[in-house]
């Protein structure tokens, strides 16, 4: 079992900047893979970027340059900091972990996941 929980979502204006934050526990972080999804109102939950066990990262296109996951391993603690924010990136953020191997396209696939945390409210004004 592992055990997630994000923070650190808030309000922010367009252009600024963000970093959020996953507790994980129950397992060690070197043994979990690692992601953030998003969901804004009325669609669906969209894959964010990923981190492998052995810390390989993957990013959504409409996010690559502009955040970066990266992990703490002695604190257990996943983060995502996010720059250069939009309206469009206005969404609740989760944290999700797998302890199953992945591969291919399974890595932006919310089914693939087994664990997922309560979520982060980000919003970004325009």
């Known amino acids: 079992q592992v055990q997630l929980v994000e923070s650190g979502g808030r309000l922010v204006q367009a252009g600024g900047s963000l970093r959020i934050s996953c507790a994980a526990s129950g397992r060690p972080f070197s043994t979990i893979h690692m992601g953030w999804f998003r969901q804004a109102p009325g669609k669906e939950r969209e894959f964010v970027t990923a981190?492998?066990?052995?810390?390989?990262?993957y990013y959504a296109d409409s996010v690559k340059g502009r955040f970066t996951i990266s992990r703490d391993v002695a604190k257990n603690t996943l983060y995502l900091q996010m720059n250069n924010l939009k309206p469009e990136d206005t969404a609740v953020y989760y944290c999700?972990?797998?302890?199953?191997?992945?591969?291919?396209?399974?890595?932006?696939?919310?089914?693939?996941?087994?664990?997922w945390g309560q979520g982060t409210q980000v919003t970004v004004s325009s």
């Open positions: 999700a972990a797998s302890m199953d191997s992945m591969y291919g396209s399974t890595w932006y696939s919310a089914a693939a996941y087994d664990y």
């Open positions: 981190i492998s066990r052995s810390g390989y990262a």
